[in-house]
C-alpha cells in the first residue's frame, strides 16, 4: 500500500520519557487559548457497534425510506434520513436545512462522492461497520472526515495502524496528519524512530519528504540508529534526489548528524569526500590531542583538497564552539587546560591577519550550543567547570556587546540547538537586558 502524499538512542531498547522540568521560565506571556480539533481515531476502549438489524432490512428492502442521495456517477441511492443522521452530523444539517431557518427539510441531495464509497458510509450508517481494506482506506478516510463518519474514521485508523510497515509507514504518517488522526500520527512516529534503517532502504516516500518533515525526523533524540553514518547516509540519499533545489539544505541537514560517534576514517573518507560538502571550506579549530589543548586552527580546501593550517588561537580551547558570523569566525569559550573560559575571539579568513578578542561573556563555559537567530549569537547552556548551566547569552555585533537573554528551564551541556523561523514570540525570549536607548527601565525587557 503506498500513499501519496547530543546523544541519540544508539540501541534497540525504549528510552525514558523526559520529566518535564517544574521550573518556570523567566519571562513569561499570557497563554493563547487555541480550540484543538479532538482525536477520535484510536479510543482505548474501541469495539464494534451493533446496530439493530431492522435498519438494514428496510433498507434492502427500500421500506420507509424518506430520502434520496444522488451520488457523482448520478446513482440515486433511497436511504431514511433519520438513520444517516444519526451517525453525520453533516446529513443531519443538510436535511434538517439548519443553514436555512424556516425551509423545507430537504429530502433529495447530491454529493461529490463515487456511488461505491457512498453505499460503504451507508454500510455503516444502517450495521454499524462497514468493509475497510488496504485498496479502499486511502479515499474512504477523507469522505468519512468530510461527512464528520466517526465510526468510519475509526475503522480506516485501526487497519492502517495494523498495516504500518517500512515502505508505507512516512505515507501513513503523513496520511494521519493530514486527517488530525493524533493518535495515530504518534503511532507512525513511533514506527518510524524504531524502524528507520530499514525505512531508508525500502521506502519509496524517503526521497519524497519535505526538508522539514526530514530534519524533524533525523534531529529526533529517540531515533533508533545503529550508527549515526545511517543518519548522514539519509541526509546524503535526500539530497542527491534533487541535488540542485536541495543542495541548500546540507549545512543545516548535517548538524543533524552526531559526529561524535562518528570514526575520524569514516569523517575522512565519506563526509569530506563527498561533493556538496567538498566544494565548501571547513574550519577546525582547537581541540585535545591526548595530551594537550590546542590552539591551532586548520581549513580544508575544496580545489586542493588538503587541509592547511591557518592563525592559531589566542588561546588554547577544547570544548570550543565555533561558528560563522557575518564576515568571521567566532571561537567561544571552551576550557583552556586549566579552567573554563568566558573569552571569545574572531577571525576573517577573507581578510586575513591574527585572531582578534572579543567582549568576554557574563559566564564561563565549555561543551555548549551556539546558534544565530535576529542576527546575533546565541551561546545556551554548558558546563563551567562545577556544573551545567542553563543561562543563554546573545552577542550582538553592531554594538560587540553580550546581553542576557532567557535561561533554559534545565541545565544541559553537551546539548544541540537549532532555530525555527516564524516563531510569533522570539523576541520575547530573544534578549532580556538588552540596552534600549532612550528607554526606561521597563522597556528594557522588551
Not at 499570557?30 to 435498519?55: D, Q
Not at 427539510?105 to 454529493?111: A, D, H, K, L, Q
Request: neutral net charge; hydrophobic residues 35%.
Amino acid at each position: 500500500m503506498e500513499f501519496n502524499t547530543k546523544h541519540r538512542k544508539l540501541s534497540k531498547t525504549k528510552n525514558s520519557a523526559r520529566t518535564p522540568s517544574a521550573n518556570k521560565p523567566r519571562l513569561t506571556k499570557k497563554k493563547t487559548v487555541t480550540r484543538k480539533r479532538k482525536c477520535v481515531c484510536l479510543p482505548e476502549n474501541y469495539s464494534i457497534v451493533e446496530f439493530p438489524a431492522i435498519w438494514n432490512e428496510l433498507r434492502q428492502n427500500d421500506q420507509l425510506c424518506d430520502g434520496t442521495i444522488i451520488c457523482r456517477d448520478m446513482k440515486s441511492i433511497r436511504i431514511h434520513r433519520a438513520i444517516l443522521s444519526a451517525v453525520s452530523p453533516y446529513f443531519k444539517a443538510i436535511f434538517v436545512n439548519s443553514l436555512k431557518k424556516g425551509q423545507p427539510e430537504e429530502t433529495e441531495i447530491f454529493v461529490d462522492v463515487p456511488s461505491y464509497y457512498m453505499g460503504l458510509i451507508l454500510d455503516y450508517a444502517y450495521t454499524g461497520t462497514c468493509t475497510v481494506t488496504v485498496e479502499n482506506v486511502e479515499k474512504l478516510l477523507p469522505y468519512a472526515d468530510q461527512f464528520d463518519v466517526v465510526g468510519i474514521i475509526q475503522l480506516c485508523c485501526q487497519l492502517l495502524m495494523q498495516e504500518l510497515r517500512p515502505h508505507n509507514c512516512l505515507g501513513i504518517f503523513k496520511f494521519a496528519r493530514c486527517y488530525f488522526c493524533s493518535e495515530l500520527e504518534k503511532k507512525g512516529k513511533l514506527y518510524i524512530r524504531q524502524n528507520f534503517a530499514r525505512i531508508l532502504k525500502e521506502c519509496n516516500e524517503f526521497k519524497s519528504l519535505s526538508y522539514e518533515e526530514l530534519e524533524d525526523i533525523l534531529r529526533d533524540d529517540e531515533l533508533n540508529v545503529r550508527n549515526e553514518e545511517i543518519v548522514f547516509q539519509a541526509v546524503k540519499t535526500w539530497v542527491e534526489h534533487d541535488l540542485e533545489n536541495r543542495r541548500k539544505y546540507v549545512p543545516a541537514l548535517l548538524s543533524c548528524v552526531r559526529f561524535g560517534h562518528i570514526s575520524y576514517k569514516y569523517f575522512k573518507s565519506k563526509i569530506l569526500q563527498w561533493q556538496p560538502v567538498a566544494d565548501d571550506e571547513i574550519y577546525i579549530v582547537g581541540g585535545f590531542n591526548g595530551q594537550e589543548v590546542l590552539s591551532s586552527a586548520e581549513m580544508f580546501d575544496p580545489e586542493t583538497r588538503q587541509w592547511c593550517f591557518i592563525r592559531s588561537m589566542l588561546s588554547p580551547r577544547s570544548g570550543v564552539s565555533l561558528i560563522a558570523y557575518r564576515d568571521s569566525l567566532y571561537a567561544l569559550g571552551g576550557f583552556n587546560g586549566y579552567s573554563r573560559l568566558n573569552t571569545g575571539e574572531r577571525f576573517c579568513p577573507h581578510r586575513g591577519g591574527d585572531w582578534q578578542e572579543i567582549t568576554e561573556m557574563f559566564s564561563a563555559r565549555s561543551n555548549f550550543a551556539t546558534v544565530l537567530l535576529d542576527d546575533m549569537i546565541f551561546v545556551i547552556g554548558g558546563f563551567n567547570g562545577s556544573t551545567t548551566i542553563p543561562h543563554v547569552e546573545c552577542y550582538d555585533g553592531d554594538t560587540l556587546e553580550w546581553y542576557d537573554a532567557a535561561p533554559m528551564n534545565l541545565n544541559r551541556s553537551a546539548l544541540s540547538a537549532c532555530v525555527l523561523s516564524g516563531l510569533p514570540n522570539a523576541r520575547s525570549f530573544s534578549y532580556l537586558a538588552k540596552a534600549v536607548p532612550a528607554a526606561g527601565a521597563d522597556q528594557a525587557h522588551h
